[in-house]
């Protein structure tokens, strides 16, 4: 059974930095999408950044690019959101996903799904 647990979620200051790591387990993870998406409340689940597990590709939303970074540790099988400078509309729940996708920001692509870990962003 495919785990995907998130940490690393917190307070922090506008301008600040944090780092959100997933833990994954329950399969082998090559050949698929590894993704990261936030929802605010009232606001639709939106894509922030993915890494495909062989080869390490990575897309990032426009709204991110330049300040978060995503990363993948295959010998740790955890995949990394380092985000800096981050901003108060930054603040929302953070998940993780894996999927066997083409389309890796649209989140219907993705089985798996992390519990979500808050992040929240004070101005």
Not at 77 to 94: G, H, I, R
Request: net charge positive; charged share 20%.
């Amino acid at each position: 059974q495919v785990q995907l647990v998130e940490s690393g979620g917190g307070l922090v200051q506008a301008g600040g930095s944090l780092r959100l790591s997933c833990a994954a387990s329950g399969r082998t993870f090559s050949g698929y999408v590894m993704g990261w998406f936030r929802q605010a409340p009232g606001k639709e689940r939106e894509f922030v950044a993915a890494i495909r597990w062989s080869g390490g590709f990575t897309y990032y939303a426009d709204s991110v690019k330049g300040r978060f970074t995503i990363s993948r540790d295959s010998a740790k099988n955890t995949v990394d959101l380092q985000m800096n400078s981050l901003k108060p509309e930054d603040t929302a729940v953070y998940y993780c996903a894996a999927g066997l996708t083409y389309s890796p920001t649209d989140h219907r692509r993705y089985n798996d799904w992390g519990q979500g870990t808050q992040v929240t962003v004070s101005s």
